[in-house]
C-alpha cells in the first residue's frame, strides 16, 4: 500500500467512536517500535514530523524509513498497513509546501499565534497548494501551552479555542480538520503546581479538560475530524525510572488517558503523542545503562529501548485510542 492521506482515516474514527494515533518519529528505533504495534493491532497508523525531527534526520531519510515500514508489514504480518505521513506545525507555506513536494500526505499549517484573519489568510494559501496535491490540511484555532521542539507558549499565551470562530475559520480556509485547544499541553511538563492539586501519593493531578468547549465546538461543525495535540499522558512509570536512575523530572505530568479516551468517542478523530514516545526510550536507556555499565553497543540498548516503545504504543493503540482493529 502507498502512503495515504488520513480523510478516510477520520472518517471511520468518526462514525466509529475512536481516535487515530498520530505519533512523532526522529529515527528508525521510534518508527519500528510504533509500526511494530500497528501491525500486531492491525491499527490505522499517522506517523508525523516536526520540523525539528526532519531537520534532525533529513527529509530522505524519514520517508525511506516509513517506505521501509510498510514494505515489512507487507512481507511480515501479510497485511496493507495505512499509514499517514504528516508535517507537525508547520509554521509556514515554504515548509508545508517543501513536505508535500517531499512526499507527505497531510500537512499542518499552525497560524494560531496569528491574528484570527492572518491565520486564515495562511491557512487557505497551504489549503489550496495542498488540495492541488491530493494532501489534505489541519489548522488550528486556539493556543496550547508547553514546549515541543520550536513550539514555546507560556502559560500566560495560551488561549482556549473560541467555538464561535470555528465555523467561519473552516468555511473560509476548507481545512479537512482542526486542532482545538481545551487544556492539553505540549511536553512533558504542561502544567505547574499552582494549576494542578496533588493526590495522596503526591502526584500532580492537573485541571480536567474542557469538554464543554469540544461539544459546543462538535454542535458547530457536525461530522468534522476535531484533533488533540499535547496529549501525552507522562506515565508515572516512566518518570520514576527515570527519576531512579540518574534522571531529573520532578512533577512531570500528563493528561489523564480516561479523559483522552472520553474524546476519542466523541469528535476528536486524531491525538498526537510525542512526549510519551520519548519517556518510554529514555527511561528503558536510563535503566539499562545502570544495570550495564560495560555496555557500549548501540544496539545493547536500543533494542528494549525499541520494545518499551512498542509496548507503551500498543497500549495507547487498545485502551486510549481504540483504534486497534480499524486497519
Known sequence: MAIVTSKEMFKKAYDGGYAIGAFNVNNMEIIQGITEAAMEKHAPLILQVSKGARAYAKHV????????????????????????VHLDH???????????????????????SKSFEDNIALTKQVVEYAHDHGVVVEGELGT?????????????????????EVEEFVSR????????????????????????TRNADGILVPPPLRFDILDEVSKRLPGFPIVLHGSSSVPQEFVKIINENGGKMPDAVGIPE??????????????????DLRLAMTASIRKYFAEHPDHFDPRQYLKPARIA??????????????CDGKA
Open 173 to 196: 480556509t476548507g481545512v479537512d480538520s482542526l486542532a482545538i485547544a481545551i487544556g492539553t499541553s505540549h511536553g512533558a511538563y504542561k502544567f505547574t503546581a499552582a494549576q494542578c
Open 90 to 112: 508547520g509554521d509556514t507555506f515554504e515548509l508545508c509546501k517543501s513536505c508535500i513536494d517531499g512526499g507527505f500526505t497531510s500537512v499542518m499549517i499552525d497560524g494560531s
Open 61 to 84: 531519510y524519514l520517508m525511506k524509513l516509513i517506505e521501509a515500514a510498510i514494505a515489512d508489514a507487507e512481507q511480515s504480518a501479510g497485511f496493507d498497513l495505512p499509514i499517514c
Open 144 to 164: 496550547l501551552a508547553g514546549v515541543e521542539d520550536e513550539v514555546k507558549v507560556s502559560a500566560e499565551d495560551s488561549s482556549y479555542t473560541r467555538p464561535e
Open 258 to 275: 480516561e479523559q483522552l479516551r472520553q474524546a476519542a468517542r466523541g469528535a476528536v478523530c486524531k491525538i498526537n503523542i510525542d512526549s
Open 309 to 322: 516503545i512498542k509496548s507503551m504504543v500498543e497500549h495507547k493503540l487498545v485502551d486510549v485510542l481504540g
